[in-house]
């Protein structure tokens, strides 16, 4: 498979688990919403029950945990790239240890 190919399979597929996620979030809590429910209540249509609960509390949390899982994968990186280090060297992961 070509490099190119092989990057746009793994984007696509990490965007649909992402989406998969997010709309299990949003269905399941303390109050379990059918996907008719949430539907409705994303479209501001139906009871007012579920678009609070939807609104108010499932929405903000998903794009707090977001906006926090990506701010700690971007520090991490940083940090590594800065202090060169080598954590996550093939030699150290075991990667490199077939290749002989």
Excluded: C, F, K
Excluded at 9 to 24: D, F, K, M, N, Y
Aim: aromatic residues 2%.
């Amino acid at each position: 498979m070509p490099p190119r190919l092989r990057l746009l399979a793994i984007g696509v597929g990490v965007s649909v688990a992402l989406l998969l996620t997010i709309v299990l979030s949003l269905s399941q809590g303390a109050v379990q919403l059918s996907l008719s429910d949430l539907w409705q209540a994303l479209n501001h249509q139906g009871e007012s029950m579920p678009q609070t609960i939807v609104w108010d509390l499932r929405i903000p949390r998903i794009v707090i945990g977001l906006l926090v899982g990506s701010a700690l994968g971007m520090s991490g990186a940083m940090l590594q790239g800065m202090l060169r280090n080598s954590l996550a060297d093939a030699s150290i992961l075991g990667i490199s240890s077939g290749a002989g």
